[in-house]
């Protein structure tokens, strides 16, 4: 059952936003570039439905992917790269392309008060929050185990969930109807049901002190998440590279933090990039088109979608992993795949009146 | 985890309704001994809500005390007597009862011919068939254990939720809503979530002919309620108790040929109450009194809500017995009983539009 131990998603969305060039170089299949070209700038109201349903999929296909690769590359063995730098590596990756982007539509529109880097103080302020929270939420990650093991950690992360939908609401008063609230009720229920098993029920005995960092670290999480929804959406018009640009900038520098913090002496002894294997490459690769993913359905969907779309993605990754590594699915699996599945439909059905 | 072990209840459904003797030795408070006398001839449509809500919550109390009672026979250490004669018991109790409450009747409210025990063949042709069905079932119940041992049996009983929503649909052509069908879902998952424990992915490995014999069992039990349903129903002004009365007339014949086919030399040599003992009596008073509450339950609400209230049962024997008996309950009950929470909540809000 090694696909629960999927490694925390929540560090690629440290920061927000899309690379275009990255989606560029391989549109998805039935939309043309020249309308991806303009989600740059405003978007196009007619095509607002598939682009959210393009980077709602994109999002399911690369988290999925993201943990098999992790599956993966613990059976070819060793996993003794620093874990900070890679994370610093993605930030910087994520960084360039959306450089790499801006440089694109600059030459194509040219430079406008939406596409260009500079931006005002006030601007720039908020940016800083999100990877702050997500730094000290990964730091206390490290503390949270001298109370819960590995398999209750997974089980209590399904807290984000919640977490998410109530500062949703509370922050950016979207409102969820009745039967949205009890499908996202389900949808956490039933991801933990799909991750049960024989060791689960350890979680019941997790000290107070375990119980309340694993909540702090879930309103860390959910707040972080829902901030960096409401920095995007607060300048629709605001190209999203440059948005990508100052949250990624944030996020490298809050990485070196972590670096100097945990892995200081490794780096100098070692070197930056020790232990780095190709696979290494491709899961630095995989976080950061994930974390291009999750900005993309900041700005074009929400984080209730993005909940819904990490949690198919696990699901997914189960049932890959059933022919990829000869993993059991277990009646548990198949209880909680079913809640999360009716929970889906309700959340669709469920649409507020307005 | 005995909890789960709880014997089959559908036993007690073998036949239909409510002896009102029965209750006016101890009427619910709140309701006066008054209203309830009339519930023989026609239903008050005002206190229609709260006689359903009254008759629900006397099954769930007396189901979930039957389970108790169960384990409590077990801990007492032998259970030694044969079931099919105390299912004859049973049967016979609450024939007795009936009667009884009908000569109330006639004192009080004269013979009419809504509560006559006379009755045409075109009437009672239709009595022997649920009864039939459950004896089917229970001999049907020796042979499945064959495949499947008696957690995985306890698993499987779920599929009753299931044929019992889409024999009520396609039988009695009453429609849920979409939420009512997602949430009827969420209750099957959600019971069984509840009594997950560390053998039940055993019953993934239930070889075909178990599992058709699991639906099938499924489907007869299912019948068997839908049927009574539509019996009782059929004719509204008839006296419940005189509806009872033939129904359980049937069913103490049906159950009499399973003492024959089973049991016959173990009565003969040992006599037909061998083997009783004062907590037998109290489980054949307990089983007696459900059946009359499921039989209240056909009459005044219907098979939808006998699931929803024989499940919340199921919950609560399991939390009653970590008082009585110091069981543990599992992260798995948590989860389930969650699932099962939100779906009475959405099956309540579901409501179809009219």
């Not at 630095?284 to 994930?290: D, E, F, G, K, V």
Request: net charge positive.
């Amino acid at each position: 059952m090694e696909y629960r131990k999927i490694k925390d998603q929540e560090k690629d969305g440290n920061v927000g936003e899309d690379d275009l060039e990255g989606l560029h170089g391989k549109p998805p299949s039935g939309v043309p570039v020249n309308s991806m070209a303009s989600f740059g700038g405003s978007s196009i109201v007619g095509s607002k439905w598939k682009l959210k349903s393009i980077v709602t999929m994109a999002l399911t296909l690369l988290t999925s992917s993201q943990a098999i690769l992790i599956v993966w590359s613990k059976r070819a063995g060793k996993y003794d790269y620093s874990v900070t730098t890679a994370n610093f590596s993605v930030e910087a990756l994520k960084c360039a392309l959306s450089l790499a982007a801006l440089g694109r539509i600059w030459k194509n529109e040219g430079v406008t008060e939406d596409n260009r880097l500079y931006t005002s103080l006030d601007e720039v302020i908020v940016y800083p929050i999100p990877a702050a929270l997500y730094l000290v939420k990964n730091l206390l990650q490290y503390y949270i185990f001298a109370y819960v093991d590995a398999p209750g950690y997974q089980i209590l992360k399904n807290l984000n969930i919640i977490s998410t939908g109530v500062l949703y609401r509370i922050i950016l008063k979207k409102k969820l109807s009745e039967i949205q609230w009890a499908a996202f009720i389900l949808l956490c229920m039933g991801c933990t049901t799909a991750q049960l098993n024989s060791s689960s029920d350890h979680v019941l005995q997790t000290p107070f002190q375990g119980l309340m960092m694993a909540i702090i670290m879930a309103l860390l999480s959910g707040f972080a998440g829902v901030y960096t929804e409401a920095i995007i959406k607060k300048r629709p018009s605001r190209n999203i590279n440059v948005q990508n640009f100052w949250l990624y900038v944030f996020g490298m520098a809050f990485n070196a933090v972590a670096i100097f913090i945990q892995d200081f002496d490794a780096v100098m002894n070692k070197g930056f990039f020790h232990g780095y294997s190709l696979i290494t490459t491709c899961m630095i690769l995989n976080h950061a088109l994930s974390g291009i993913a999750v900005s993309m359905v900041m700005k074009y969907a929400d984080n209730i979608v993005k909940v819904y779309s990490t949690s198919v993605a696990m699901l997914l990754t189960a049932v890959v992993s059933v022919f990829l590594f000869g993993f059991h699915l277990s009646l548990a699996f198949f209880l909680g795949s079913t809640v999360v599945s009716v929970s889906i439909y309700l959340h669709s059905i469920g649409k507020p009146q307005r």
